[in-house]
């Protein structure tokens, strides 16, 4: 497997604000934090495995301290739980939408099978965090897990409503455990796939795995339809993970850099473009004229602000604007909160 890249950082968002409206600073910046360090975790279990997952290597890969990571977790697993909590959701945030689109529960399956392994086969790495590396990260983890499970049954298990004897539906199998077998087969199935045959297309597996699922419950004849229908396209891009201005930026956000960026753009809105070095800092809530001074000149020096003062050789005072590459850092870290 590859060693981890600069990707990790893709998901982190965060949001500043000015004082009056803002949650406090210090937990603007453990948020970002906190969302640097799952990044880190899921890049290193997607590509190296769970067992991979060192506290030292996540911390070094998110370019946080120990000591921030124990503040956040409570250990390996912990973060762990955190990284899976993160993917099932993203699976979730597609599934569902496909799942609900539907009428009937044949169908309303089909469409949620066929998003899970579209999504999976673009995301094989988060499968894999899901599917596989979840069995061995502890037993918090497989709880959580096993509440995941119990969902899915539940949704198999709607099938038993349409069963029906005229159908030639395997009565006898018709039980509250018949979905939880199912599922789990269609688990191992997945798991085969993503440990031995990671290069071969997930989306294949649709018309095998809807002919196992409605085989209990409608019967050998749609089961054996299932089969012969035509593999799904695509019906909708899927959504990857944003890659957030903040990566890459070469310089280290903090919350006084978050309340400069978002003061600029808070008094932009509100009718006063180009503020001044004192408004900034009376809106950002920095008393020292020379800390303002420097920040701006810092976050200028990397393209995110822009003096655009008449003439400052002749002490004309500063007035200051985010750049787009400053509008962009600045509408990511409000998006975390909702902003």
């Not at 950082?9 to 949001?15: N, T």
């Not at 949704?155 to 789990?184: H, K, P």
């Not at 002490?315 to 962009?328: H, I, M, S, Y």
Request: charged share 25%; glycine share 10%.
């Amino acid at each position: 497997m590859s060693k981890p890249g600069k990707r990790s950082a893709r998901m982190l968002r965060g949001r500043g604000a000015p004082p009056r409206t803002s949650r406090p600073a210090g937990i603007q910046v453990a948020e970002l934090q906190r969302a640097r360090i799952i990044a880190a975790a899921m890049e290193i279990i997607s590509e190296l495995g769970y067992n991979e997952m060192s506290v030292a290597r996540v911390t070094g890969l998110a370019g946080v301290s120990r000591k921030t990571f124990y503040e956040l977790f409570d250990d390996r697993e912990d973060c762990f739980l955190h990284a899976f909590d993160e993917a099932v959701g993203r699976i979730a945030g597609v599934a569902r939408p496909a799942y609900e689109h539907e009428g009937r529960w044949q169908e309303k399956v089909r469409a949620g099978v066929s998003a899970v392994l579209q999504f999976i086969g673009d995301e094989p790495g988060l499968g894999t965090l899901l599917i596989v590396e979840a069995l061995g990260a502890g037993p918090r983890v497989l709880e959580r897990r096993a509440r995941w499970l119990a969902t899915l049954s539940q949704i198999v298990d709607q099938g038993r409503s349409e069963a029906t004897a005229g159908r030639g539906s395997l009565i006898a199998l018709r039980s509250v455990y018949t979905a939880e077998g199912i599922v789990g087969a269609v688990l191992s199935v997945l798991h085969a796939r993503l440990v031995e045959h990671r290069d071969q297309p997930l989306i294949e597996l649709c018309n095998p795995l809807m002919s196992l699922i409605v085989l209990p419950y409608l019967g050998p004849t749609t089961a054996k339809k299932e089969l012969a229908r035509p593999i799904p396209n695509p019906q909708f891009e899927l959504p990857r993970p944003l890659r957030y201005p903040l990566d890459d930026l070469g310089i280290r956000i903090t919350y006084r850099t978050l309340r400069v960026l978002a003061a600029i753009a808070a008094l932009s809105g509100q009718g006063r473009p180009d503020p001044s070095n004192r408004e900034i800092a009376d809106h950002a809530g920095i008393s020292d004229p020379g800390q303002i001074s420097k920040l701006l000149a810092r976050l200028e020096k990397h393209e995110l602000v822009h003096n655009s003062g008449d003439d400052q050789s002749k002490g004309e005072r500063n007035a200051w604007t985010l750049t787009t590459k400053g509008e962009e850092v600045e509408r990511a870290t409000r998006a975390r909160e909702g902003g």
